[in-house]
C-alpha cells in the first residue's frame, strides 16, 4: 500500500471513530469529546545543521499533503483554506481555545479543511520553524460539525 492509499485509509478510519467522552490518546491518536488528531507522518531525525534533509523532508511532505488534498477534493468538493495563527496567539495569551484547534494550531499554521457528514476534516503540514529541533509533520485532524463555526 502507497503512502497517499495508506493515508486516506487513515482519515477515512478516524472519520468513522466516535468521539470518547474524555481526552485520551491511544495508538498515536488523541482524541476527546468532538475531536480526533492524528499524525498521518512525521519525521524527528534532524540534528541542528541538517537544513538540507529538513528541506528535501518537508518538499516530500508538501507534496503528499497536495495529492491528499486532490483526492479529498475529488470526493468531496473544494475544501476552505484556514489559518491557525489567531488560535495559536489567543492560546498563547491564555485565553480559550476549543480541541482541537488548540493543539492543532501549536503544529500546524494553515489547514485544507473540508465539512462532510457531521463532522469537518482537515489537513496541514507543520510550521517551518527556523531553529532546532526541527520537526516535519503531515497532520489530520476530525471535529464534530460544532466546531466548524469556531475555525
Avoid: N
Amino acid at each position: 500500500m502507497d503512502s497517499t492509499t495508506a493515508h486516506l485509509a487513515a482519515i477515512d478510519r478516524l472519520r468513522a471513530l466516535p468521539f470518547p467522552a474524555r481526552r485520551r490518546t491511544e495508538r498515536g491518536v488523541e482524541s476527546g469529546p468532538d475531536f480526533h488528531v492524528a499524525e498521518l507522518e512525521y519525521s524527528d531525525r534532524f540534528g541542528d545543521d541538517d537544513f538540507t534533509l529538513v528541506r528535501d523532508e518537508r518538499e516530500e511532505f508538501e507534496s503528499e499533503l497536495q495529492v491528499l488534498v486532490q483526492v479529498l477534493t475529488y470526493r468531496w468538493g473544494e475544501p476552505e483554506h484556514r489559518s491557525l495563527d489567531a488560535h495559536l496567539e489567543r492560546s498563547a495569551m491564555g485565553e480559550p481555545v476549543p480541541e482541537p484547534l488548540c493543539t492543532l494550531s501549536a503544529f500546524v499554521g494553515e489547514v485544507h479543511a473540508w465539512s462532510v457528514d457531521g463532522r469537518w476534516v482537515a489537513l496541514g503540514i507543520s510550521r517551518d520553524e527556523p531553529q532546532p529541533p526541527q520537526r516535519v509533520l503531515l497532520v489530520a485532524a476530525i471535529g464534530g460539525e460544532a466546531l466548524a463555526a469556531a475555525g
